[in-house]
């Protein structure tokens, strides 16, 4: 009777271990799938983002022309001082010709906004360049109003009533009147790249923020890579262990974690309020994103110093190398690709900050591109952040743009950093 109910309770057991293990196995599956779940539904909203922002921001790219027979008389222009002509005028004549039944003031103010206010310095710029145009007729392709644009882009609803809409029936008549003779079309937007800030949608552009942020970065960098990787050689490579090393070395990693508006309070205070330095400027948003990327440069360093093994630098003692010589001929060449790395990443996340340049007066108009650290200048963050606030609705597509220039150079920047990290790390 003994035997067989040992038997018995030894099958029992081998069965309790197989259920466990299929309970297990079934736990590792389900954990699989949770994490495989999770990362679709990341990527799903990241695809969802971008997607978003590519459809609202792809049209800045293009906007609308009018094609109109405008005609430089001799009489109104003079070669000698040609900036004070009235080059508004001929534009006027020209859509009146085009729509003679429009007789009445508020119609024709109606009927003059089809074209931009940009229009008038695009005829005196081609006089400026060929005078022979004076006295002759020209067929002139000129930048379509904000209105008109976002008729040919689709972005007015039709469906609404005419109180409703952004463009009334009688300005798209006036459009689909020219649409149906060819002399409209959108096409590709280089003043976007080319221009300023403007208070008209159609002239706005973000050449002045792209060379402020180019401006800004370059000082950031200039200072937080040097001074950074300088800090981490220091700390990981010369310094003793002590209560004061520790400190600093606490005191960086929570830094690391301050938020970004802490550092602009800090640089409007400082750099401002202290030294006098002109608000708005390049240098003065360098030096404050300087401050906010030196903990990460620095940790990132001091992670590339540890990475490499303590058999580089015992060889290089060995062979009677000093400390200095071991770490600038050995260490820092290895550690390197790490801290460039390290550096590019801190200076992807300074590109898309704004929160501390609002606090130094980046937040200003600026129309003018800036040529120098010193000139007053805004941002790529700080530039969407305004038109986004714009109630004019053509900024919307504006802003979009704006974004998916921002979102290329922070691809670029972290493509940058990759390509550093294959290009020249060496694995032991």
């Known amino acids: 009777m003994s035997k067989p109910t040992e038997i018995a309770g030894r099958m029992t057991s081998q069965e309790k271990v197989a259920a466990s293990l299929k309970r297990r196995y079934w736990a590792e599956r389900r954990f699989r799938a949770y994490g495989l779940a999770a990362v679709m539904i990341g990527v799903l909203f990241v695809v969802l983002l971008f997607g978003t922002i590519i459809q609202k921001g792809h049209t800045a790219f293009e906007q609308a022309y009018i094609q109109l027979d405008v005609a430089y008389p001799a009489d109104d222009i003079d070669v000698a001082d040609i900036a004070s002509a009235d080059f508004q005028a001929p534009i006027r004549a020209a859509l009146r010709a085009r729509f003679p039944a429009v007789t009445e003031r508020a119609e024709l103010r109606k009927l003059y906004a089809l074209v931009s206010t940009a229009a008038p310095t695009t005829l005196q710029k081609r006089v400026e360049h060929e005078h022979a145009l004076i006295g002759k007729h020209e067929r002139l392709w000129l930048l379509a109003g904000s209105k008109t644009d976002m008729v040919m882009k689709g972005q007015v609803d039709l469906t609404l009533p005419e109180a409703d809409r952004a463009a009334d029936d009688q300005e798209l008549g006036w459009i689909g009147a020219l649409r149906a003779t060819g002399d409209i079309r959108t096409r590709f937007n280089p003043q976007f790249f080319l221009s300023g800030d403007s208070r008209e949608p159609e002239q706005a552009g973000v050449l002045g923020a792209l060379v402020g942020t180019f401006l800004t970065l370059l000082v950031t960098l200039i200072l937080s890579f040097p001074i950074g990787v300088a800090a981490a050689v220091y700390l990981e490579e010369f310094a003793r262990r002590s209560r004061l090393t520790d400190l600093i070395e606490v005191n960086i990693n929570n830094l690391a974690a301050v938020p970004s508006i802490v550092f602009g309070l800090l640089g409007l205070a400082m750099f401002i309020q202290f030294f006098g330095m002109p608000r708005s400027a390049p240098l003065v948003g360098g030096l404050v994103l300087s401050l906010m990327t030196l903990p990460t440069i620095i940790i990132a360093s001091r992670s590339a110093l540890k990475a490499v093994p303590p058999s580089i630098r015992e060889a290089a003692l060995g062979m009677g190398a000093s400390k200095v010589q071991t770490v600038t001929h050995h260490v820092l060449p290895l550690a390197l690709p790490g801290m460039l790395t390290g550096a590019i990443i801190g200076m992807a996340r300074a590109l898309g900050e704004s929160a501390p340049l609002l ?70």
């Not at 130094?360 to 941002?379: E, L, Q, Y």
């Not at 504006?398 to 979102?407: D, K």
């Not at 290329?408 to 390509?419: E, G």
Request: zero cysteines.
């Open 359 to 428: 606090m130094i007066g980046m937040v200003a108009f600026i129309v003018d591109v800036p040529k120098g650290f010193a000139d007053p200048s805004t941002v790529l963050p700080v530039q969407i952040f305004l038109w986004a606030t714009s109630p004019e609705r053509a900024f919307v597509e504006r802003t979009s743009g704006a974004i998916i220039v921002l979102l290329a150079f922070l691809l670029l920047m972290n493509a940058i950093a990759v390509v550093l990290r294959s290009r020249f790390e060496r694995r032991w």
